[in-house]
Structures are given as structure tokens and as C-alpha cells.
């Protein structure tokens, strides 16, 4: 039986704080939890019910992982999910060290505020459908380890390395090796655009665009065009949102 | 004061069986109700702080729409939002008749039990902003006036026309006039296709992808392939969020 103590200790790691304190997060569900089996990823231990840890037994002995079986009710008393599932995970924060050495030729992502963490979420997921392997975020960024980034993320946690840097000094780190492109409202329109693979993608939130300081550092604008620009009278969408926006990006770049 | 009789009468439209019993739905924010003011949709009530409807009176008059003062307190008790805004208006359901011959010529986008609220939303901004503005949904999926479809159109939800219709024999009205594009596992890549602008895209929920009896009907399989595709013994994603892939087609389709 799961002890009170364990109850209001995984309940803690809602919070950012608690997460940040014990360098653990919460993953649930069971496909994301399997996906974690194989993943580098450290658990620390599995909380699921009988029927999963036997199912997913020779998995969790190679993972060398403690599992912990609970029931249903268990269960719902520790899940962010509205309906909880079968197992729920305690995972170690991984903690990669950002090393531009290492990201010479690759296309870097760079998130400056995003701070819906299911928008996060879902750009890690696209980032690594797409192939890129590195995104950075602005310290303001929403937390990678947020219950609803983990989840949107569909497992793609374990495999894109993430970290929270100083954009500005990020970007000034790399020289003029990569361009740096950036979706602004007077940007050129990507179709007619040439995208260098060996670049930095700047996205912005969709409330306030990209910080004024990292302006000058873009030196490729880009803009995605409506179809609806121009044409006069009609009204429009001011935005699209962050996730889909680096959606066609990505697939710029990879096309 | 907002009486306790309107108060229940606002929060019973939380529910999609009061929505359809009232005609009517729930609009939050100030710049969504903004948005509404300039739309065709008509607003019963506009409830907001004195100062909202001050800032807005113009235009609530030019709209010949009724406004009700109320307290941010009040407001609280009728949101669906964690932190209630400033205005929220209650408005008439559009029941747009699908007519083919005013989409002879157009993109039609065909959702197959898409189920998720904010991914509905989302997509419905993008098609608005490629210029798509029929989307006609199976009825199985998500309802479109749910708060989170609503918030997550950002708007759109005023411009694009929506129909829950079944889907086999929508497309069978077409006859053979328009090509049927559609996500499978073993379509042609993306970037090797080409997209005909008078066509139907159809797409279906992350989790089961398109229905058996609609897989026929797919005139074009298309893919969006992922850049890890065929690279041994990499983990990959299973697949893209379904407004991601909805966003990447539209904008290979407008490019």
C-alpha cells in the first residue's frame, strides 16, 4: 500500500519547486511509461497495477527499475490525469550539458517564452519527428517537466535533449557560423525562402512574439503567409499557434 | 446582479446537451468577444466589467448587442477559465447548411473523430489562416462549441464554417471531382507529391488514425515522413500531433 508520505511527495512534484529540489518528474500512462523503459532515462520506481508490472516484467527487470504495485484507487490518488492510468512513473531530471561543439552542424531550436506546456510539449514531439535534437529555452520558458509538457510530448522527453539558457549569449556563442532565423510579421515569406539545415530556429509566444533584445540577432526573417493577406476587408487570424508555427518550419527545413 | 438562475443557466452550457438544447455557447476573454463584435455571429449577452463595456461601447452598440455589468467576482462564477477575464458573451450557435456547389472549387478539410478540444481549435485557426474555411467534422468528433475548441480558435470559430456531417457520403457527393488526400503510414512522402488545391484532406485522431470504412475512399495516401525514418535502431515518434500534421498539409497545400 502506498504510504501517505509517497502520496503527498508525488503530489509535491506538480510544483516546479519540488520538481527543481528532488531532480525528479511524474510520467504517466502506459505507452509513455514503456517508451521509458527503453529510453536513457533514469526511473527511480514504477507505481502500476499488478497486471502492467506482469505484462511488463522482463522490461522493467532489464531497466534494472524498482517497481511498485498499487491499485486503481492508489492510483488516482497521485495522477494529474483526469482519469488515471495504469501506471505512473518517478523519473530522474535529466540534466544535459549544453556543448556547442557538439551541435556544430545541426539545427538548433531556440524557444524564447513559450509558456503553454502543451505547446512545449508538442514542439519537442515535432522537433524530434523532424530529426532536431536540441532545443533550448529562455529561462522563461514554461518547465519541460510541467505534467502537461511531459504528456504532450508522447514520450519524445526521453530522446530531445533540452536545456534553459540565456538566448542572447547563446546565440552570440556560435560567431556567424549559423544563420539565425526568426518568424516576424516583415519577414521574407518562407516559400520563397532557401533554409540552411545548419541553422537557429527563434520562435517566440504567441502573446508577445520574439523579446525585442534577441531582434538584432536574427539576420534571416521569416514569414509564414496567409493566405488571407491582402486581401482587403476580410479579417484574419493574428497568429498561428507556436506549435504549429514551428510545425512548418521544422518541415521546411527537412523537405 | 447576476441572478443565481442565470449563473447556473451560464455553467449548464459547459455541458455539449445544454449547448444543443439552447443554441447557444460561451465565449471568454476580451480579445475573442472583440473579435465577435466585428463578426456574423450573433451575441445574446455581453456580461463584463463596467470598465470593459465602457472601453467597447461603440462597438456593442453598433453590433445591437445587450450588455450586463458585472464584478470580476461574479465573473469568476461563470468562467471555464482558471483566471476569469474580463468579459465573457453568450452567443447563438451558427448552423451553417453545407451546400457542395459553394465548395466546388475549394480545399474541403475532413476531420475523423478528432478528440481532442484544443487540438479542434487549433486547427481550425490554421485552416483559417490558409484560407480554408469549410471543415466538415464525422460526428463522432469533439464538439465545437466545448470551451476549449472555442478558446483555442482564437477567433476563427467566427470565420470558418463547421458541419458535423458523415463523412463516406459526403465524399461520395463529390463524385470523382476531387482528389481525396489522406495520412497513411504508406502514402507518398509529402515533398514528392503534388497537392491540388480542389481537393479533400482528410484527417484522423492521433490515436486511431483514419477509419477503416473511410480508407477506401482515399483517392491520394499521402505521408509526412520523419527524418528518422530508416535509421536502424533509432526511436522515433509514432506519429505527429494531429493539428501539427493538419498544419503542415495546409501550408504545402497554400505554398
Not at 511498485?68 to 495522477?79: D, N, Y
Not at 515569406?189 to 534577441?214: C, F, Q, T, V, Y
Request: aromatic share 6%.
Amino acid at each position: 500500500m502506498l504510504s501517505r508520505r509517497n502520496i503527498s511527495f508525488i503530489n509535491s512534484l506538480k510544483l516546479k519547486k519540488n520538481r527543481q529540489e528532488y531532480h525528479c518528474f511524474v510520467v504517466e500512462g502506459s505507452k509513455l511509461v514503456e517508451e521509458l523503459l527503453h529510453s536513457r532515462l533514469h526511473i527511480q520506481t514504477i507505481y502500476a497495477t499488478p497486471q502492467w508490472i506482469e505484462t511488463f516484467n522482463s522490461q522493467i527487470t532489464a531497466k534494472k527499475t524498482e517497481s511498485f504495485p498499487v491499485t486503481e484507487k492508489e492510483l488516482e490518488r497521485i495522477s494529474s490525469l483526469k482519469t488515471a492510468n495504469q501506471v505512473l512513473a518517478l523519473v530522474d531530471t535529466p540534466q544535459p550539458e549544453f556543448d556547442p561543439r557538439l551541435v556544430a552542424n545541426d539545427t538548433i531550436l531556440m524557444l524564447d517564452n513559450i509558456n503553454d506546456p502543451g505547446n512545449l510539449g508538442t514542439i519537442i514531439r515535432t522537433a524530434d519527428w523532424f530529426g532536431i535534437q536540441h532545443i533550448i529555452c529562455s529561462p522563461g520558458t514554461v518547465d519541460l517537466f510541467n505534467p502537461k509538457t511531459v504528456q504532450a510530448t508522447m514520450g519524445s522527453i526521453a530522446r530531445v535533449n533540452v536545456y534553459y539558457l540565456n538566448l542572447t549569449e547563446t546565440i552570440k556563442s556560435f560567431g556567424h557560423n549559423k544563420p539565425v532565423y526568426g518568424l516576424l510579421l516583415q519577414g521574407k515569406p518562407l516559400n520563397r525562402a532557401s533554409i540552411d539545415k545548419n541553422s537557429i530556429m527563434l520562435l517566440g509566444s504567441e502573446s508577445h512574439g520574439i523579446s525585442k533584445h534577441l531582434l538584432p540577432l536574427i539576420t534571416h526573417p521569416l514569414l509564414i503567409p496567409s493566405m488571407l493577406d491582402g486581401a482587403p476587408g476580410i479579417a484574419r487570424p493574428e497568429s498561428l499557434n507556436a506549435a504549429v508555427a514551428t510545425a512548418i518550419l521544422c518541415w521546411e527545413i527537412s523537405r
